[in-house]
Nanobody, 118 residues
Framework: QVQLVESGGGLVQAGGSLRLSCAAS????????MGWYRQAPGNQRELVVT???????NYADSVEGRFTISRDNAKNTVYLQMNSLKPEDTAVYYC????????????WGQGTQVTVSS
C-alpha cells in the first residue's frame, strides 16, 4: 500500500515562503506523475502543479513563477517551494502520486494546512 506523508505547512505572512514535502513509502520511480493539489474551504480541489517522471511540469496559472516543484528520487520525496505567498494561497495542500501503465492508480496524502495572513 502506497503512503504519502506531507509536511511543512503552517502559518505565514503574505510575501513569505514555505516548503512542503511529500514523502512516499516506496520508490517514486514507480510513479509517472507526482504533484500537488489544494482545496480551500467551500472550493473544489484544484491543481497546483504536477511533475512527470521525465521532469515535465504543469503549473496552475495562479502559482506560475512563485511556486517550484522538485523531486528527489533518492529520498522518494517531492517538494513544493512556495514563495511570495498570498492570502488566496490559503488551503489544505494534498500530495498526489499516479502510477505508470494501465490502469492508472492515484494516491493522495492526508493534506497539510497552509495559511497565509494578510
Amino acid at each position: 500500500q502506497v503512503q504519502l506523508v506531507e509536511s511543512g505547512g503552517g502559518l505565514v505572512q503574505a510575501g513569505g515562503s514555505l516548503r512542503l514535502s511529500c514523502a512516499a513509502s516506496g520508490s517514486i520511480f514507480s510513479f509517472n506523475i507526482m504533484g500537488w493539489y489544494r482545496q480551500a474551504p467551500g472550493n473544489q480541489r484544484e491543481l497546483v502543479v504536477t511533475i512527470s517522471s521525465g521532469g515535465n511540469t504543469n503549473y496552475a496559472d495562479s502559482v506560475e513563477g512563485r511556486f517550484t516543484i522538485s523531486r528527489d528520487n533518492a529520498k522518494n520525496t517531492v517538494y513544493l517551494q512556495m514563495n511570495s505567498l498570498k492570502p488566496e494561497d490559503t488551503a489544505v495542500y494534498y500530495c498526489l502520486a499516479q502510477t505508470k501503465g494501465v490502469p492508472v492508480y492515484s494516491y493522495w496524502g492526508q493534506g497539510t494546512q497552509v495559511t497565509v495572513s494578510s
